[in-house]
């Protein structure tokens, strides 16, 4: 633990470049003899397909390939190893045109390749395949009534002190809450455009948080030396956990492109978004809470059930906030997953513990009007000041801050508890709240610094930067540790060339690249005070060699601590050296944590106005308290909480994503019919951070926050629907119709 950076905070170093439209996204490069791909989907659920008619399609004007399952390549990750097929199905995974089994509607089944966007998407919707069709089951209900649950290590029942102590508590609730598929849908859709040299070498700009992860999975499925592999990914516009995988269309336009021979794009429509990317499973989760009649917890039941795609096993926290948010002796939790003939889930933000927090906080809310007390002074009364899950203490927890700043933000204490009691002419007003955690960690990243005899200093590293501003973060965290100004420092990143650097993720980006960063400023400034100890600039009368500790870095400059006028710049030390450059590379190691346990945390305070006669909800106030340790920039900090919560919003009060169980085929895959919050539902959102580093998981003292702003945030709005209306509603998305 080195030192805790004293920040100030910069402008979005690209913000230029995204607001002008300047910025290129993975669908905006174009090449010479560019051709482009579209996907002809299954318009079954399940089977097989027997025949596959593509003349029409080969015939149409500027058509250069059709490929299907009957003329795709042999790959060498197609290739079946012995272990492999003695997988289950729902661990085999599911590659694209490798057989004729339809797992799925909307199943890619081929792709046509065209000289032009238009004619590839006519020649698709002439190709006609003969299906024979299975009996599906895309209904999550059914499932549970008559499926079965996968088993194995992720499906273990967690028991601490003794199982369903809840039961025997003399204050105690039990209630069951459901939420629907939640679709990521960011702005920018994912696109692909891919360059092969040859066979063997290819560049693709490609939409994914994570360039070493694609790189690998294509190397892996092409048989490719990785340095034949290059992933740009220059700016993304969203994704929020939609672009970590590989996804079928990639794969389907890096086997057309490789085909034809020349430079490919293709994009999703809009409606294939809601099932060729990923999506947030449904859940229903049963919780049991019981307490003394003084406010002690006593016992916490958590059971969830989700499900997954019957080729992938995905799975995710969703109870695991429920064994460690609160000191509670006796907590038992069981988690069950059951197949659907579904494309595959996949984490979206703040996975599993959004899906968890939404009924452990709204529980926790109703076993406080239980017990008639404040539901923050509840939560006052259990709060864990260690992990009693893992036996740990915690690297730092500031939650406790977190009630006291956003209640006195909302001004929680000027509420009168009792629920319908609160009017404004014809609305009803509700307070709600509601809080989250979410893991906080460091892998291990590569950065490095090149320091030039302008004095300008350029950093890289391969990372993505999905939207939260990893480059200003960066950029800031530089310019502070070197003493230098942010407008002489460049970040490159976004390209597998540069050094390997973290996937955007997780919560986890600053944490990890932000040590390498730091500890290459860090080395820079040994190397520099090294380079000048025998300056005589430094000497006095008794000194005669200075070391890093007698410095100040300050504006581009080495000063003598205790006579600033003494003093050289970074460009003279470079310049005189003879150097073009001066490189520190940095090699940070993950961070195991293996004393501590460690967390961020937010608590959300939602005031709502319910229409007594329509239902119509309004959220007319969102505060969100977060201890995310050391915040490097506030400007971009606040607007990733603000994102987590508009997210929160459109869970608590309009996102469902609705099946047509009969066809197995979406019924709202468009933003028509599938509600997101828009400007008119979001109000004025204010985001305090308790800003407090945190003194072991990274010598920045920042933990994470891209998922912890949206955890507990859809309790806090139910729990003021309940609070305004006297409703309890347990089902989100809260539709007016739920309420009247
Ligand atoms: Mo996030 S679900 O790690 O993009």
Redesign the pocket.
């Known amino acids: 633990m080195d030192k805790i950076i004293e920040q100030t905070d910069i402008d979005r170093v690209d913000g230029i470049q995204k607001v002008t439209g300047t910025a290129k996204y993975s669908a905006e490069y174009d090449f010479p003899g560019m051709v482009y791909g579209v996907l002809a989907t299954s318009n079954i659920t399940k089977g097989i397909i027997n025949a596959i008619d593509t003349k029409a399609a080969e015939n149409a004007p500027g058509v250069l390939a059709v490929i299907t399952h009957l003329n795709c390549p042999e790959l060498p990750g197609y290739k079946s190893t012995p272990e492999q097929d003695k997988l289950v199905p729902t661990k085999k995974g599911y590659k694209v045109f490798a057989d004729n089994i339809i797992r799925f509607n909307g199943q890619p089944i081929a792709i046509v390749v065209a000289d032009t966007f238009e004619r590839a998407t006519h020649a698709a919707s002439l190709i006609k395949a003969n299906y024979t069709k299975e009996k599906h089951n895309t209904d999550f209900d059914e499932a549970i009534k008559s499926g079965t649950p996968l088993e194995g290590n992720n499906f273990k029942e967690y028991v601490r002190g003794e199982a369903n102590a809840w039961i025997n508590a003399p204050v105690k609730i039990e209630a069951e809450y459901t939420m629907p598929i939640e679709v990521h849908l960011p702005m920018e859709i994912h696109g692909i455009t891919v360059v092969w040299d040859g066979e063997d070498k290819v560049t693709l700009y490609e939409k994914t ?1 994570s360039l070493s992860g694609t790189q690998r999975n294509i190397v892996r499925t092409f048989g490719l030396k990785e340095e034949n592999v290059r992933i740009i990914t220059q700016f993304i516009g969203g ?6 995988n590989t996804w079928p269309h990639s794969m389907a336009a890096l086997i057309a492109g490789r085909k034809v021979g020349k430079p490919i794009k293709l994009m999703l429509t809009r409606n294939q978004m809601f099932n060729l990317v990923g999506y947030r499973p449904e859940a229903k989760q049963k919780l049991g809470l019981g307490a003394s009649a003084d406010g002690k917890l006593m016992g916490i039941t958590h059971e969830a059930i989700a499900m997954t795609a019957s080729y992938n096993e995905f799975t995710e926290g969703i109870v695991n906030g429920s064994r460690s948010l609160y000191e509670c002796p006796n907590v038992n939790t069981t988690y069950k997953v059951f197949p659907l003939d579904l494309s595959q889930p996949t ?5 599993g513990e959004t899906t968890g927090a939404f009924a452990l906080e709204s529980a926790m809310d109703e076993l406080a009007y239980a017990l008639k007390m404040d539901p923050i002074e509840f939560r006052l009364k259990n709060y864990a000041e260690t992990d009693l899950e893992r036996k740990k203490p915690y690297s730092s927890k500031y939650l406790k801050e977190c009630y006291e700043l956003g209640a006195e933000k909302i001004n929680w204490k000027e509420r009168n508890p009792e629920p319908r009691s609160m009017k404004e002419g014809d609305w009803l007003i509700g307070y709600g709240t509601g809080s989250g955690i979410f893991s906080a960690w460091r892998g291990a990243a590569k950065a490095v610094a090149k320091l030039l005899p302008d004095g300008t200093m350029i950093l890289q590293s391969g990372v993505t930067d ?1 939207g939260p501003g990893t480059a200003t973060a960066m950029t800031n965290l530089a310019a502070e540790t070197m003493g230098l100004s942010h407008t002489k420092i460049s970040f490159e990143m976004g390209d597998t060339n540069l050094p390997p650097g973290p996937m ?4 986890g980006t600053t944490s990890t690249l932000g040590t390498a960063v730091f500890a290459a400023c860090e080395n820079m400034k040994k190397k520099l005070a090294a380079m000048i100890k025998d300056n005589a600039v430094f000497h006095t009368e008794i000194v005669h060699e200075v070391k890093v500790e007698d410095l100040v870095f300050e504006n581009g400059y080495m000063m003598l601590k205790t006579d600033k006028t003494k003093k050289i710049s970074y460009a003279e030390v470079i310049k005189s050296a003879g150097l073009s450059e001066l490189e520190i590379s940095e090699d940070s190691k993950g961070n195991p944590m293996l004393n501590h346990s460690a967390f961020s945390y937010a608590v959300h305070f939602v005031k709502v106005k319910v229409h007594s006669k329509t239902g119509v909800i309004k959220i007319d106030r969102a505060v969100s308290a977060v201890d995310a340790g050391k915040i490097i920039n506030n400007k971009t900090a606040e607007s990733q909480i603000i994102g987590a919560v508009v997210g929160g919003i459109g869970m608590s009060l309009m996102e469902e994503g609705v099946i047509d169980h009969r066809y197995g085929r979406w019924v709202n895959n468009n933003f028509a019919d599938y509600h997101v919050a828009v400007n008119a539902d979001v109000p004025n959102i204010e985001v305090l951070f308790v800003d407090k580093p945190d003194p072991v998981l990274n010598p920045i003292g920042a933990k994470g926050m ?2 912890v702003g949206i955890v507990g945030f859809a309790a806090a709005v139910t729990n003021a629907i309940f609070h305004a209306t006297g409703k309890r509603i347990r089902e989100i998305p809260v539709t007016a119709d739920k309420l009247i």
């Open positions: 948080q994704a929020f956990g939609s672009a970590f984490w979206m933000r703040g996975p999905m955007q993720g997780g919560s891209g998922e």
